[in-house]
């Protein structure tokens, strides 16, 4: 390594170090060696073709003199033409620029291209980038980044008798080596056209950016290689937002326990400090969770202030339908249970168990403010239920009981929680009577529930388990049930209910069916949900069938509900 002198400033000795060693290299160098060093894996009849077609031409380095004399004075003393005609680069100046937020009229940068020759006698150049940075300059800043990170260095490849077809062709065997590409430009004072890569992860060489050179004006076949860079940049910022989809859930059950969705709706146009005092929050931090919020779409800034959007009101406790326990339960316990799905895949035990000893159902049993949030989460999914009371089983059982002299005909929600799919039926139709089986805990909220409704006096509650499946009755429901638990489980659940059924009673169950195929799906998230949290599974209609018919009852058919639902009408076999 070069020793700086008293008379030579540290960076010009970095500079000149920098420079030396990249003319070694360059003087060193084979072009087919150096091609199956660059790409890992181009080896025989390829790695010939494309030594016919392109030629090692240069190493490039990127030096910051202090002004025109100071970088000839350099050239010369590692060896090289210190009169080299200096041009305009174009194509460094302007990533230098977006680089480092700077005008790119403001970067003087020039390209020099001393020659040397290689082993074979073969002429190549050292590519060198000078920066002028005058002593005192305020881009020195950017001189030390730039020495440091090297992002300017680079190995290049001239590309002999370009033509379009021939370079897209070149394009594609680097991109398919694993290069990925990096940018490029034109220089019309050169009327040359250069294409850039990130080099393979295994290469071989300490130069991690590559360069194709062809002469000419290219710029047709620079768009296409353009594009792809774009298309990888997109790419990496899709992979950034699903990255941070945490930090939005998050972001939404701060929101609704703090409950500032009330507060925005109490406090019309209210400023950050009247919210941060109605909430409790801090207020700086409070606005950064707004813009925050308002970027997801939550909340709208108007020339009135800051307003609920629609998905907003859905945070509120007040809300037809509200959301809120739902983003307190995927904010809370199911948020957590979640930092074990590696646990989860590995082993196949439900990371909520893993994290806390028991599975979902028995530990809210024993937190009674979690067990009613739960409930309360179930309601929230309540616009699954909003067409289901006219389903044609129902709306024939209603008729049928509706006739003079005529038996009552029941409907029995299994597991029902609350009661609210029950007291959606029975509202929409006076004429039946509801039982609802739950366990006893959930039922004396489910009475709560019904209480001075549509339902009251038309529904009997049946504290019990699957085991306890009411006989007699004309329609079973079955909703968000099955889908908490394993095959084995389900086919004894169904063996409960085919059981109790009579031979005319119909069952309706409502779950999220997983596509045949790689359709998206709301589905498709819920079994990762379910898989982590419960055991238990979404599954295809064919799936379903499978186990029905294992249990002496038959799919029917299944009909689209809201919020990527179904119902499946089922009958004994």
């Not at 977006?98 to 050292?126: M, N, Q």
């Not at 220089?187 to 062809?214: C, I, M, Q, W």
């Not at 589905?523 to 209609?541: S, Y």
């Amino acid at each position: 390594m070069t020793t700086p002198t008293t008379t030579t400033a540290p960076n010009e000795a970095d500079d000149a170090t920098r420079l030396s060693t990249t003319a070694a290299f360059v003087r060193e160098q084979d072009t087919a060696v150096l091609l199956s060093r660059v790409l890992p894996g181009l080896d025989g009849p390829e790695l010939r073709a494309l030594t016919d077609r392109c030629r090692f031409a240069h190493a490039a380095v990127l030096v910051f003199p202090p002004d025109e004399h100071a970088l000839r004075k350099r050239l010369a003393a590692c060896g090289l033409n210190a009169d080299a005609v200096a041009q305009p680069s174009v194509v460094v100046r302007e990533r230098l620029a977006a680089r480092h937020g700077r005008a790119a009229a403001d970067l003087d940068v020039r390209i020099l291209r001393p020659t040397l020759s290689g082993p074979d006698g073969d002429r190549r150049a050292v590519e060198v980038f000078a920066l002028t940075v005058p002593p005192g300059s305020g881009l020195a800043g950017i001189a030390a980044l730039e020495r440091r990170r090297d992002h300017e260095a680079h190995l290049a490849f001239e590309v002999t008798r370009p033509d379009p077809l021939l370079l897209r062709g070149l394009l594609a065997s680097f991109v398919r080596l694993g290069a990925a590409a990096d940018g490029g430009g034109y220089n019309p004072h050169e009327d040359g056209t250069v294409f850039y890569f990130t080099a393979p992860s295994g290469t071989k060489t300490p130069y991690r950016r590559l360069e194709l050179y062809a002469s000419g004006d290219h710029r047709d076949v620079l768009a296409g290689h353009l594009a792809s860079r774009q298309e990888e940049q997109r790419s990496a910022e899709t992979l950034l937002r699903l990255l941070t989809g945490a930090w939005t859930t998050q972001a939404l059950a701060t929101c609704a326990q703090l409950r500032l969705p009330e507060a925005i709706d109490e406090h019309p146009g209210a400023d950050i400090d009247v919210l941060a005092e109605a909430v409790g929050a801090h207020r700086d931090s409070l606005a950064t969770l707004l813009r925050y919020l308002a970027m997801v779409g939550v909340v709208s800034r108007t020339p009135q202030g800051l307003r609920l959007t629609r998905v907003g009101e859905l945070l509120t406790a007040r809300a037809r339908g509200s959301m809120r326990p739902l983003a307190l339960m995927y904010g809370g316990p199911f948020y957590q249970s979640f930092a074990h799905l590696v646990h989860t895949v590995r082993t196949g035990q439900p990371g909520f168990e893993h994290l806390y000893g028991e599975n979902h159902f028995d530990h809210f049993a024993r937190d009674p403010e979690l067990a009613t949030l739960f409930d309360a989460s179930m309601v929230s999914s309540a616009p699954v239920f909003d067409v289901l009371p006219a389903h044609p089983v129902l709306t024939a059982a209603a008729s049928a009981a509706g006739v003079p002299g005529a038996r009552a005909r029941t409907v029995v929600d299994i597991a029902g929680g609350t009661g609210e799919l029950l007291l959606r039926v029975l509202t929409a139709h006076p004429t039946l009577r509801g039982v609802l089986l739950e366990r006893p805990q959930v039922l004396a909220a489910a009475r709560t529930r019904l209480a001075a409704t549509a339902a009251e006096g038309r529904c009997d509650y049946r504290a019990g388990d699957f085991a306890d499946v009411p006989p007699d009755g004309n329609v079973y429901l079955l909703s968000r049930v099955l889908h908490d638990w394993d095959d084995d489980r389900c086919r004894s659940i169904l063996r409960h209910c085919a059981d109790a059924m009579p031979p005319h009673a119909d069952l309706l169950v409502v779950e999220r069916l997983l596509p045949a195929d790689a359709t998206p799906s709301l589905a498709t998230a819920w079994d990762l949900h379910m898989m982590c949290n419960t055991g238990g599974r979404e599954r295809t209609a064919d799936h379903y069938a499978r186990l029905l018919a294992e249990c002496g009852l038959q799919l029917l058919g299944h009909t689209p509900l809201p919020l990527g639902a179904s119902t499946l009408h089922i009958r004994r076999a």
